[in-house]
């Protein structure tokens, strides 16, 4: 049988922070709708339940029923190679982590993601709201991404990371415009406002 794989990314658009791809697999014929209850486009679930999703997921991951990663590229690898290079590069070591045999794999990708050469793949516009897999990679990106920031945030306390996970809010722009980047920015992100 083989592995069915979803891929998703979360956090292209932040100011700052690291842009976050998560992968999950299981084989061929697993049911995600059933085994994760309300499981959505992580945009679409509350923090609340994209939390309680994640917990499931660490618990079939225990009973080795599901795998996942997610895989992390800072802010200065962001602006050295850019934001494409960045998740592709992403894209590809989750795939590759999860699913080393492309022979043995059948993935699905949000967006305009692909994975490496050699993969049986699909590439699904709004990929995040209609193919499960997918929606349960959004939901580990998110999660992961978004407890980093929180984690930054007592690093970083005077840009607010807790509140706006590095996005561009007014009140981040206002952070960035009294107290300057933080090694944590995307500086190639930054310009109209530092």
């Known amino acids: 049988m083989k592995l069915i794989l979803g891929v998703d990314e979360a956090g292209r658009g932040p100011l700052a922070g690291p842009v976050a791809v998560g992968v999950v697999a299981a084989t061929e014929g697993f049911d995600f709708l059933e085994a994760f209850p309300g499981l959505n486009d992580s945009k679409q679930l509350s923090e609340k339940n994209r939390e309680r999703i994640f917990a499931l997921l660490l618990e079939r991951k225990e009973a080795g029923e599901?795998?996942?990663?997610?895989?992390?590229?800072?802010?200065?690898?962001?602006?050295?190679?850019?934001?494409?290079?960045a998740v592709v590069s992403a894209v590809h070591a989750g795939v590759r982590e999860l699913a080393p045999d492309p022979l043995e794999a059948r993935v699905f990708l949000d967006g305009l993601l692909h994975a490496p050469e050699g993969y049986e793949q699909e590439t699904v516009v709004r990929g995040d709201s209609t193919i499960p897999a997918i929606m349960l990679a959004s939901v580990a990106a998110k999660v992961v991404r978004d407890r980093y920031m929180v984690s930054l945030a007592a690093d970083y306390p005077s840009y607010g990371f807790e509140r706006h996970k590095g996005y561009g809010t007014k009140a981040h722009q206002a952070a960035i415009r009294e107290h300057g980047l933080s090694s944590v920015h995307r500086r190639s992100f930054c310009k109209a406002f530092a």
């Open 66 to 85: 599901i795998r996942f990663c997610v895989k992390s590229v800072s802010a200065s690898v962001i602006d050295r190679a850019g934001i494409t290079k």
